[in-house]
């Protein structure tokens, strides 16, 4: 079945870099790409961006850019999003989901079942 | 600070019909399409609604969305004691050139 695997979750410090990684198995993992979402303690889903697996290129929410960065293994069918200069408010479960893009419209299935990035001094 | 709007809650008994509205603007869902995500207790977000009004295989018929102008709802048709969960809309938005989600609405079966 279509499933993705994050990486565990992470305790930080401020000013640092975390990289969650997300494995995808049971389909091409080519052909479609993976979006990043985050939820902050008791708040909504927040969209950080998405990356074509196909060729690489990436789409960041503005708030993000500049301090995010999402990449693809092909070989091991992993997707990564590394976010620098945490901060306290970056203190997220952070959820990979697969991309689906059906012509006029994009949707998010499957997730990942999330990966708590903690950031604290 | 999301720019959907929703209810942050509503209830009913099982059996009854539960609607969810979502209200957007005219550059996200007066142009775009609208996605529906269920999340249960301490678990992900799971698509239920896509393209307005479509549902995944394995989604109980007893979930349909709707959408008019620039507002979307998703309606329960039959409300079930496993469909307490928290219920998000999402769309892309042009003038953001991102994508946005709802701020969530939690149903409770009473």
């Known amino acids: 079945q279509v499933q993705l695997v994050q990486s565990g979750g992470e305790v930080k410090k401020p000013g640092a870099s975390v990289k969650v990684s997300c494995k995808a198995s049971?389909?091409?993992?080519?052909?479609?790409?993976i979006t990043w979402v985050r939820q902050a303690p008791g708040q909504g889903l927040e969209w950080m961006g998405w990356?074509?697996?196909?060729?690489?290129?990436?789409d960041y929410a503005q708030k993000f850019q500049g301090r995010i960065t999402m990449t693809t293994d092909t070989s091991t069918s992993t997707a990564y999003m590394e976010l620098r200069s945490l901060r306290s408010d970056d203190t997220a479960v952070y959820y990979c989901?697969?991309?689906?893009?059906?012509?006029?419209?994009?949707?998010?299935?499957?997730w990942g079942q999330g990966t708590l990035v903690t950031v604290s001094s | 600070q999301s720019v959907l709007t929703q209810a942050p809650s509503a209830s009913g008994t099982p059996g009854q019909r539960v609607t969810i509205s979502c209200s957007g603007s005219s550059s996200n869902i007066g142009i775009n399409t609208v996605n529906w995500y269920q999340q249960l207790p301490g678990t992900a977000p799971r698509l239920l609604i896509y393209s307005n009004n479509q549902r995944p295989s394995g989604v109980p018929d007893r979930f349909s969305g709707s959408k008019s102008g620039t507002s979307a709802s998703l309606t329960i048709s039959g409300l079930q004691s496993e469909d307490e969960a928290d219920y998000s809309c999402a769309a892309w938005d042009d003038s953001l050139n991102g994508y946005v989600f709802g701020t969530g609405t939690k149903v409770t079966v009473l």
């Open positions: 989901a697969r991309h689906i893009n059906g012509g006029i419209s994009d949707w998010f299935d499957p």
């Open positions: 990356i074509s697996v196909y060729n690489g290129n990436t």
């Open positions: 049971g389909y091409s993992f080519t052909n479609y790409g």
